[in-house]
């Protein structure tokens, strides 16, 4: 029998099976990825209309999202691309069907972005359905992030919670992305490549690279987001329910941040286990948030034995880069810096800062040095902090 929820047609079946699968499948290209698979899943209708036309929804969907270049950028990522002088260079993008050709990245002026670098042939990348769906599946994790954004930009205020507008969720999918790029080039095993030193200002560095293609708002909104991602992980991933409160009520149970009481330790552990990318990160706040120590530790050491080798450096590049341009555009105070922040509420009237939405660097280096900077000396080198996984034997060295 019929559910009572369900509203049926004269005929006894549900009105749904009245909607004609035209009308279905332009719905499912409007959707977020997440919200598509969802709907689909929902019904047996709904899932084979969705198999059905499944190359032309995804490939609709995803071009149309704000962080598609990015993605498209860490999935095509390989070794080769770890040497500054290849690192993100302009590349072609097709996606092969059984009867033509779609472009997803077409190199167009991009050369002449890049007028400092020798020539290059211009790499070509041929994606199958199983490449498509894999970045479907990466926008997917975009999404997880997107709806979990305003749980974490108002989790001391959950009275001022709200929906995020269209223009911030454009802000907050191209952040994560952009963490993600980050993540897969320098603190993942992937390139294992690792650099003793921090990001220094003014060098040629592949870690300040990344953020110098970045205008200045969207490495403000960058610096936003990953200041929740730190809150996060301390909060939610690295404090564990480690003390029982026994009060007239009953009792509760007392969160404890990891290398409490060990000085500057639980800051240590929460910038080392900020090297998980946003996929990472997203299954261990799913599956162990707030769980025992031992177990989240060694859940993470069988994935990546070395995770203690260092700590994120992102954090380090963002302000070296917001230095720089705030050098560069002879600003005297970091108080006259504009803060651009995802939520609408976090951001000035861009009327009046609109010099800083199209300043990046596009080439990934430092231009030419306006006159009021004849000279600015290099940072003394400095080592990039020794990771700490959070395990009891830990060695400060």
Known sequence: MPSANVTLQPSGKPLLYSIPNELILEIMKLLSPLDASNLALSSQRLFLVFKGSKESILITVLQ???????????YTAHKDESHFEFM??????????????????????ASQEFPNRRPLEVPKYTLTTQDIEQIWNMAKVVDWWVEKYPRLHWRDNSEDRRC?????????????????????????????RFSVFQPSTWTVDTRLHHIRLMPTSEINELWHLWRLVRETVSKDLCSSPEKVCHCKQGYSVELVPWGA?????????????????????????????????????????????????????????????????????????????????????????????????????????????????????FDSPSIVARGDDGTETFFPF
């Open 64 to 74: 149309r999202l704000p962080e598609i270049n990015i993605l498209l950028y860490t």
């Open 88 to 109: 993100l260079c302009p590349r072609i993008i097709e996606y092969l069907r059984e009867n033509f050709t779609i472009s997803l990245m077409e190199l167009g002026g």
């Open 164 to 192: 995020l507008r269209g223009s911030e969720v454009a802000r907050v999918r191209k952040a994560v992305a952009r963490w993600w790029l980050y993540a897969k080039y320098h603190h993942g095993s992937t390139f294992n």
């Open 261 to 377: 009481g060990e000085g500057r330790r639980h800051a240590k552990i929460v910038k080392t286990y900020m090297k998980l990318d946003p996929e990472q990160l997203r299954y261990y706040l799913s599956h162990y948030a707030n769980w025992k120590k031992s177990v989240t530790i060694s859940s993470v050491s069988d994935i990546e034995p070395n995770f203690a080798r260092d700590s994120e450096t992102l954090s380090i590049s963002l302000s070296k880069v917001l230095g720089e341009r705030k050098i560069f555009r002879d600003v005297q105070s970091w108080a006259d810096m504009p803060q651009f922040g995802i939520v609408d509420e976090d951001r000035p009237s861009e009327l009046h800062d609109t010099k800083w939405l199209d300043d990046a660097w596009p080439d990934g280096r430092v231009p030419p040095l306006p006159a009021h900077v004849p000279f600015f000396p």
